[in-house]
């Protein structure tokens, strides 16, 4: 098993930067695709990035892309978010999951461990 844990969120103005880091302990990151969800207050969880267990397929939402960057450090202990050109709707609580299937799923379903996440506020 492995166990997640979201750092690096916080205040920022909107058209400023924040970069999330999704770190694991137990079974190595490494063995497990990663996705970045957000959840803002009264809404569903929404997709925003998936990185595959090698890091060689990357997938983003539309309303993110060219904007975020997700990456994996290659040690298999942390995922990454960077996050630029910040707007006040990427205010959410932001949460990564790991998902041991081979292929893409933008559905949170597909992902067995969660972070407990990390809030990131975007102010106009």
């Known amino acids: 098993q492995v166990q997640l844990v979201e750092s690096g969120g916080g205040l920022v103005q909107a058209g400023g930067s924040l970069i999330l880091s999704c770190a694991a302990s137990?079974?190595?990151?490494?063995?497990?695709?990663v996705g970045w969800f957000r959840q803002a207050p009264g809404k569903d969880r929404e997709f925003v990035a998936h990185?595959?267990?090698?890091?060689?397929?990357?997938y983003y939402a539309e309303s993110v892309k060219g904007r975020f960057t997700i990456s994996r450090d290659n040690a298999g202990k942390a995922v990454y978010l960077r996050m630029s050109s910040l707007k006040p709707e990427d205010t959410a609580v932001y949460l990564c999951?790991?998902?041991?299937?081979?292929?893409?799923?933008?559905?949170?379903?597909?992902?067995?461990?969660w972070g407990q996440g990390t809030q990131v506020t975007v102010s106009s």
């Open positions: 999951g790991a998902s041991t299937a081979s292929l893409f799923y933008s559905d949170d379903r597909r992902y067995s461990y």
């Open positions: 990185v595959s267990r090698s890091g060689g397929s990357i």
């Open positions: 137990g079974r190595a990151l490494s063995n497990y695709a």
